[in-house]
């Protein structure tokens, strides 16, 4: 345990029977929080806020785990016995062959390890703190006691704090008390010590702010927390089988059983056919060791990890491993407009107020900019409907602008940051507003309620005014008076139909020209009382419109392309106006807004029954006005329809979406609950990273059938081949033949092919891998084509081998002396070239399953060709040089022999390609037809 954690302690005890200045005092700290070197101090003296310390990945752990496979184990002891029984040579040859592929294999699991560990560090939570004055966003393990936390709607909280500020601050405390209902929390000091359940101004680790704000005096982290003391994990990457693993171990298990009863029976003949009790159990071993697929699951869970990996780089954190094959799978991505589709990079353009419309000037988040109405400048401060308008939008907000540099840079939400640069523009700066309307409540924006209200008492004239923004018509219902400007006076009129009808209008159009528009309004409330929310929000003044671009982000458009040859659906799902929803819908290419296409919004969707809207959901595309329980409705719907769905949110609200989902995708920007829920987080928020996602999501499938497909031809192959000679001999000479001897077949599979392997596992994916159609989910690993390639894969290598095997057997004798012995090491070498050789061209016809090697191109994968180039020396020396020929049991070729090993292997080139002609010409052939039926 680390010094200072006992003072901690006591602190931690009591910090809700302390006034918040005492505990702040009691730590050491202030509303500025801690500075860096303070903080630095303290993650040494208290250690880092982890419920439980993360375990390192230990080299000699992994290393010992490779000894696990029973079978290595028996090898390693025959060839010992073997040693023991004079064979020396032959024994250290067997166990260095097992030993390298032991490193082999310790090296590849070393090199997941550290990806999945990698991973997990990038999807680690996050929260905001103020240190130095500022706030900022760092990892949850990061925090030390004494930090300021800021806590939010949505907020895991991340370590036990005292609360010396909230506004509306509701925790849902049921991972900890159990309690269903979402506490309200206060800041006031409590009289007597009571249980954690009843502790109001305490927000504890691992529990969710469900609405309001707070901040809070960290007073326990890691295992001092109240969730550390009963071992509750925290959020974290997990690891998980997917459904493709379980597939792959099943047939692994199969084919175990199946290749052992082989390599039983063969041992048993052979010693009741004289050979030797030592050398059979040597040989069935090897063999066994070579084509039981016990790697599988490694080689699997490793090319997932990797390819992960690669997801991560492209701004994809994947939180779950199954999300990665149902990736492959999606045929509808539903993705929020704003910051997904769009910029998030928002600029009010237009001011609709005293009925006039007036042009904003400037770009980006300068607050340099004109004003212009009917093309003629306007000052804003002699306007008085203006600068209401931009008073309420700087004043009900909560982002801040601050310099940085040479230029300036928004803290919060990019829309409130628009709205504040846009009152800067107008000479209205936020800070001197507060000094003179502090806040003293606020009701946070909801999408259900699609509006935000703030309560502010007027410091210079002593009274109280609510100020609202939202939709437009939302608070026109919600108004009764209109602002209006009249000679250089504020004139406030009752609002009439007519004035609803044309603000709406005017709405209306404004959002047509893809602006997204905001409504201000504000109420005079009576001084003393205190009224309930709920009626601050009634008898409103309504003080304008705000129009606001948010340009779409240029690689969409070309995302959006790709979706639809990849047969996917692109569906905007926005709580923007229905015309802006268009208008960006129009600009990306999502949709011409045919017959067959429309637009549903949040209330029609309200008034729809499920069957109803089962009915129309194939044709919509664009959604708006819609909140987060619309979009669970609209997963459900797509699901029912056999669509496989990705659906983006960020709000605690949209957790049951993401969940329900197939693939929820979360934005990095967004909630904690939000990362939670989902199976992938983006980090840039952008639509184009899912469609990377899903392209590399599908390759990282077809990289894993690849291998599949690799690893079990030559394995089935070699059953055959060695199956077939043995009893080829038993039969015809009665005596069993051995095509191949046991380091040759260790030496062939355990180390020549695991390097192809590894280059086929990050394999660049096929040149249409967007263009086809999503994988169904019900579909098998080996569909009815792949099998079929496995079968002639290995039936060519099969028959090649042998026959080079008969062919050099003439004038065999077995046992018949030396002769006999040269010509069978002859005839065994000759095997051993060409089964290796088979195998490495082999790889690259399993770089595809569909095109010609001449269209994926040869030197496409330069891993690959490091690996069979690897291989091939190392044939090469197994071979070719008389010193570790002995060991290999083998002779040298001559030029005609390789010859010969050449262009037999070279039959499954020319026996693929020609099968994969046939096939795109009737993929092609198909294709057609379902043109013309259509």
């Keep these: ?170 925790v849902d405390e049921s991972p900890l008390t159990g309690e269903s209902r979402a506490v309200k929390k206060g800041v006031s000091v409590l009289d007597e010590d009571v249980t954690i359940a009843e502790r109001k101004n305490m927000a504890y680790s691992g529990t969710t702010v469900t609405y309001g704000r707070g901040k809070g005096v960290v007073t326990a982290i890691g295992m001092g927390t109240e969730l550390g003391k009963i071992a509750r994990m925290l959020v974290g990457a997990k690891e998980e089988e997917t459904p493709l693993e379980r597939r792959i171990n099943e047939i692994g298990r199969w084919l175990s059983v199946i290749y052992v009863c082989i390599c039983a029976t063969i041992f048993v003949l052979g010693v009741l056919s004289g050979l030797s009790l030592l050398g059979m159990v040597i040989w069935s071993i090897s063999l066994a060791v070579a084509i039981v697929p016990e790697t599988l699951p490694l080689i699997i869970t490793g090319t997932l990890a990797l390819g992960v990996q690669r997801m991560a780089r ?291 969707l309200e008034k729809m029954s499920e069957a109803q809207l089962e009915e129309i959901v194939d044709n919509l595309v664009v959604y708006s006005r819609v909140s987060p329980a619309h979009k669970l409705r609209i997963v459900e719907s797509l699901k029912r329809k056999g669509n496989v769905v990705a659906m983006t949110g960020d709000g605690i609200n949209d957790a049951p979406a993401l969940k329900r989902s197939d693939v929820g995708v979360a934005m990095n920007s967004g909630t904690e609950v939000a990362k939670e829920a989902s199976d992938m987080v983006l980090t840039d928020n952008n639509f184009a990273t899912i469609v990377a996602a899903i392209h590399e999501g599908r390759a990282i499938y077809d990289n894993m059938k690849k291998y599949l497909v690799y690893q079990l031809s030559y394995a089935f192959a070699e059953v055959c081949l060695l199956v077939g000679a043995f009893f080829f001999g038993f ?94 090491w002859k005839a065994q070498t000759m095997v051993f070239a060409t089964f290796i050789l088979y195998e490495m061209i082999n790889a690259f016809n399993c770089r595809s399953e569909r095109h010609s090697l001449l269209r994926v191109g040869i030197g496409s994968n330069k891993w690959l060709i490091f690996g069979v180039i690897g291989s091939i020396i190392l044939m090469v020396i197994a071979i070719q040089i008389p010193f570790t020929g002995a060991f290999f049991h083998t002779t040298r070729l001559t030029i005609l022999d390789w010859s010969i090993a050449l262009a037999t292997s070279i039959t499954i080139f020319v026996m693929v390609e020609v099968w994969k002609a046939l096939n795109r010409r009737n993929d092609e052939r198909s294709g057609n037809k379902r043109k013309s039926s259509a």
């Design 314 to 604: 492209k701004r994809a954190i994947v939180r779950k491993l199954p999300a990665v094959e149902t990736l492959g799978c999606i045929t509808a991505i539903c993705s929020d407009k704003t910051g997904t589709l769009t910029k998030n990079e928002m600029t009010v353009r237009r001011v609709y107020v005293g009925e006039k419309m007036i042009e904003v000037t400037g770009a980006g988040y300068e607050p340099k900019g004109e004003f212009f109405s009917q093309n003629k400048k306007t000052e804003p401060g002699e306007d008085e409907s203006l600068r209401m308008a931009f008073q309420i939008a700087a004043l009900c907000n909560d982002s801040r602008l601050r310099k940085e540099g040479d230029g300036h840079k928004i803290n919060g939400d990019p829309t409130e940051g628009a709205l504040v640069v846009a009152a800067e523009k107008a000479g209205l700066n936020k800070d001197d507003l507060e000094e003179r309307y502090r806040r003293v409540g606020e009701i946070p924006f909801e999408r259900e309620r699609k509006r935000m209200t703030t309560v502010h008492q007027d410091l210079v004239e002593g009274k109280k005014v609510a100020y609202v923004k939202g939709a437009p018509e939302v608070l026109l219902d919600l108004s009764t008076g209109i602002y209006r400007h009249d000679e250089g006076k504020a004139v406030i009129e009752e609002i009439t139909e007519e004035d609803r009808r044309e603000v709406l209008n005017v709405s209306d159009k404004m959002a047509a020209d893809a602006l997204r528009v905001i409504a201000v309004a504000y109420r005079d409330l009576p001084g003393e009382e205190k009224e309930e929310y709920n009626a601050v929000e009634k008898k409103l003044i309504f003080a304008g419109l705000l129009g606001m671009t948010d340009p779409p982000r240029e690689e969409v458009k070309d995302a959006i392309e790709r979706c639809k040859k990849a047969g996917i659906k692109p569906i905007m799902i926005t709580g923007d106006h229905k015309l802006t929803a268009m208008a960006i819908a129009r600009e990306l290419g999502m949709t011409s807004f045919s017959e067959d296409e429309k637009v549903l919004t949040g209330a029609e």
């Design 1 to 170: 345990m680390k010094t200072g954690l006992a003072d901690l302690e006591e602190k931690r005890q009591q910090g809700h029977l302390m006034e918040p200045g005492e505990v702040l005092q009691a730590f050491r700290t202030s509303e500025e929080g801690l500075t860096s070197a303070e903080v630095k101090r303290r993650q040494e003296r208290y250690g880092m806020n982890e419920i439980t310390e993360e375990k390192r990945i230990s080299i000699l752990k992994i290393f010992l785990s490779q000894f696990k496979n029973a079978l290595i184990l028996i090898l390693l002891v025959a060839t010992a016995i073997s040693a023991a029984m004079g064979n020396v040579i032959d024994a250290t040859v067997i166990f260095a062959a097992v030993f390298l592929c032991v490193i082999l294999g310790f090296f590849f699991e070393y090199r997941s390890e550290k990806a999945i560990k990698a991973l997990k560090e990038i999807a680690a939570p996050t929260a905001s703190v103020i240190r130095e004055g500022n706030e900022v966003k760092i990892p949850s393990k990061e925090i030390v006691p004494g930090d300021i936390l800021v806590l939010r709607a949505g907020d895991r909280v991340a370590a036990d704090a005292r609360l010396f500020e909230e506004v509306n601050l509701k």
């Design 731 to 824: 039969f015809f000479f009665g005596v069993p033949l051995l095509a191949l001897i046991p380091i040759q077949i260790l030496w062939a599979n355990l180390v020549i092919e695991d390097l192809p392997a590894m280059g086929l596992g990050i394999d660049p994916p096929d040149p249409d891998i967007m263009e086809r159609k999503p994988r169904d989910p019900k579909e098998r690993v080996f569909t009815k084509r792949t099998l079929h390639l496995l079968i002639l894969m290995s039936a060519v290598i099969f028959i090649g081998c042998l026959g080079v095997f008969l062919k050099y057997l003439p004038g065999y004798g077995y046992g018949t002396g030396t002769i006999g012995d040269e010509v069978l």
